[in-house]
């Protein structure tokens, strides 16, 4: 019994192995990239560096440019996660303690604006925000997400309030909490891994969306990823430094998914995500 399971064991393993590897390739590539001079990557295929360099993440960080697209990318993210999750929680704990006329229906509504096109609302955002003069700014793009992040984050967190009793808000209403101390000292622990995932997928849909923040920005509030597309130059693209803020890009995700790995493992236990 143990012999068979042994080599099944290392094929699995094996097996393992090779699919993390093809997903570790193209991250590796991009920092072996990063490091090269853009003539040996024009010239030369390697798997390490002849020469390491770190002109290109150097430009970056001097280069007012590229730091302030950067700066301005964490900008409206952080924004967009702090208002979508404020709106969400309320609206959330309302769908999951009361029942009201059109409940279902408006659900469902929310949860339809969530499953459009960030292309169907670019053109109604430009016109808007222009007249009144919110384009290029960070709260342009923030705002605009919340959209999307909103109905996803309420469909997340109504189903963890789902699953905690309804006793306890009256027992906390009988020990003469008000509504408000409740929430924030009692009910918000609770569901604290809720609003971990919740927060993770708003800021993740910011981080990478495109359209919209390079729809409804312009100089003052571009974002890195619209400064990505736009270093082609008299001398061609400029690989190395597309793959040094490739580098940068990845690593904000890479440190939100480690601080609320635990949160999103509890999402999916509870199938909510």
């Given at each position: 019994m143990s012999s068979t399971s042994q080599p099944s064991s290392r094929a699995g393993a094996f097996v393992m192995a090779l699919y993390l590897a093809f997903l570790i390739l193209p991250?590796?590539?991009?920092?072996?990239?990063?490091?090269?001079?853009?003539?040996e990557i024009n010239t030369t295929v390697s798997l390490w560096p002849n020469e390491i360099t770190f002109e290109h993440y150097i430009k970056i960080f001097t280069d007012s440019s590229w730091?302030?697209?950067y700066i301005n990318s964490l900008t409206y993210v952080a924004l967009n996660t702090i208002i979508s999750i404020t709106l969400a929680l309320p609206a959330a704990y309302a769908f999951s303690r009361y029942s009201f006329v059109g409940e279902k229906h408006l659900f469902f509504w929310l949860l339809s604006n969530r499953m459009a096109p960030p292309a169907v609302f670019a053109l109604p955002f430009f016109n808007l925000y222009s007249a009144i003069g919110l384009f290029d700014t960070p709260w342009a793009v923030?705002?605009?997400?919340c959209l999307f992040n909103v109905p996803l984050a309420v469909w997340i967190l109504e189903g963890f309030m789902s699953g905690v009793p309804r006793e306890i808000d009256e027992t906390a209403a009988i020990?003469?909490?008000?509504?408000?101390r409740f929430f924030i000292k009692i009910f918000m622990p609770l569901i604290a891994s809720g609003i971990g995932v919740a927060a993770f997928?708003?800021?993740?849909?910011?981080?990478?969306?495109?359209l919209l923040a390079r729809t409804l920005t312009a100089t003052n509030a571009k974002p890195i990823a619209v400064t990505m597309t736009r270093t082609v130059s008299a001398a061609g693209m400029d690989?190395?430094?597309?793959a040094a803020a490739g580098v940068l890009t990845i690593i904000p995700g890479a440190l939100v998914i480690w601080f609320v790995r635990n949160y999103i493992a509890k999402g999916f236990a509870?199938?909510?995500v």
């Amino acid at each position: 019994m143990s012999s068979t399971s042994q080599p099944s064991s290392r094929a699995g393993a094996f097996v393992m192995a090779l699919y993390l590897a093809f997903l570790i390739l193209p991250i590796y590539w991009l920092v072996n990239m990063s490091l090269k001079t853009n003539f040996e990557i024009n010239t030369t295929v390697s798997l390490w560096p002849n020469e390491i360099t770190f002109e290109h993440y150097i430009k970056i960080f001097t280069d007012s440019s590229w730091y302030s697209g950067y700066i301005n990318s964490l900008t409206y993210v952080a924004l967009n996660t702090i208002i979508s999750i404020t709106l969400a929680l309320p609206a959330a704990y309302a769908f999951s303690r009361y029942s009201f006329v059109g409940e279902k229906h408006l659900f469902f509504w929310l949860l339809s604006n969530r499953m459009a096109p960030p292309a169907v609302f670019a053109l109604p955002f430009f016109n808007l925000y222009s007249a009144i003069g919110l384009f290029d700014t960070p709260w342009a793009v923030a705002l605009a997400h919340c959209l999307f992040n909103v109905p996803l984050a309420v469909w997340i967190l109504e189903g963890f309030m789902s699953g905690v009793p309804r006793e306890i808000d009256e027992t906390a209403a009988i020990d003469g909490y008000s509504f408000p101390r409740f929430f924030i000292k009692i009910f918000m622990p609770l569901i604290a891994s809720g609003i971990g995932v919740a927060a993770f997928f708003c800021f993740m849909f910011s981080w990478v969306e495109l359209l919209l923040a390079r729809t409804l920005t312009a100089t003052n509030a571009k974002p890195i990823a619209v400064t990505m597309t736009r270093t082609v130059s008299a001398a061609g693209m400029d690989w190395g430094l597309l793959a040094a803020a490739g580098v940068l890009t990845i690593i904000p995700g890479a440190l939100v998914i480690w601080f609320v790995r635990n949160y999103i493992a509890k999402g999916f236990a509870l199938g909510r995500v």
